[in-house]
């Protein structure tokens, strides 16, 4: 029998894919397998079998010319665009920064990213939100959504952050922006699928008594169809609303796709847009940048509004990738990472660029492993504190050793980053 369409595309993506690489750049596909097989203590269990652990890794490193203008050269592990893994939290950041971008785009005086809002229902599942008490003013806004998808990944704050930018505007802004192999078309944590997710609620920006902006409710007809995508079926099982266990395959089809080069891709750019053309960059004021690049490397305990109980969101909570979400972390000192995770279904993602201000130490890396040994899914019973947590703190700090031992010629200058 002849290989199906599905499996035709598939290959050709692929093949496609690392030809070419990210952005037009060559990637080295040998030196992770070589540098996570020389540390068997370390990844051994999770190189036995990383298909079952469905490891894929982006890792590139920054090296700076005389006029501090970065320069990429990028190594992958077992990337694949066609191997679906859920990326959960991920597309927050995507979706934050189309928010600010909406907003300048639309400029309209009085109407900023701290103005206040109000939101309506207007479909079936909808709900309305007129208040905020974690904001210093009571008031929901989307400075404050933002601001607690960053420290916290909040969900509610994505869903309006969604609902503000709509589906449809969020999927075209993906492409514009260079994404390949990725569509944003859920809520989060509220089982938005099907027709639901293509409805989004009416806003109304307002200041007193005063409206500045009112978006009707939107409605996308668009499905983003991904026929070479793989794996979306999985498990043996899952346990459903009612907590009963269904002996069925958990499927993942028709929901959020976003793969590993497109989130570095959107975090590179985000981070560097001087090495990108003008016409290629991310519509966003001087304080729009410094706004996510201060939020996205904060820890919970460095802000008033909201304020989060340490217990719950510990310095840490946010961060996979070198720290491992260890709660024995008391803060942070020169280290940083600026990153979006995301956590659910036994899969941790980390989008991450790790910075050491007093060494001049700087690499990104996006990373996806999953543990979920008894194959239900939806039961929340994965191996995140045995495999996946501790799997991508020593990732981060045995590629944070080889940063240190590598030579360039010339030390960034960082300053854009510090708050």
Known sequence: MGASIKQILSTVSLSIFFAVGVKGQTMNNTYLDSLLQAHPDLFGDVLA???KNEVQILYTRIDRDQHNTPHFTSFAYRLDPTWYFYPASTVKLPTAIFALEKINELNIKGLTKETSLRIDSAYEKQTKVLTDPTAADGLPSIEHYIKKVLLTSD???HNRLFEFVGRAE?????KQHGTQHSRIVNRLAIGDKGIWAKHTNPITFYNGKKNIY???AQYDANDYPMPWLQNTVQGIGYTDANDNLIHEPWSFEGLNVYALADQQLILKKLLFPEAFP??????LKKEDYAFLYKYMSRSPQETDFPKYNPEEFWPTYSKFVYFGRDKGIDGFTTIRSFNKYGDS???????AYIVDFEKGIEFMVAVVIQSNDDGIYNDGIYGYETVTYPFLKNLGQILYQEEQNRVKKHKPNLEKFKF
Do not use: E, M, V
Request: glycine letters at 8%; hydrophobic letters at 20%.
């Open 278 to 283: 003008i016409k290629q960059r991310f519509n």
């Open 170 to 174: 969020i999927n075209r802004k993906l």
């Open 155 to 157: 969900n509610d704050g």
């Open 49 to 51: 079998h990383p298909q």
């Open 214 to 216: 009112s978006q009707p």
């Open 345 to 351: 279904y036994g899969y941790n993602i980390d989008n």
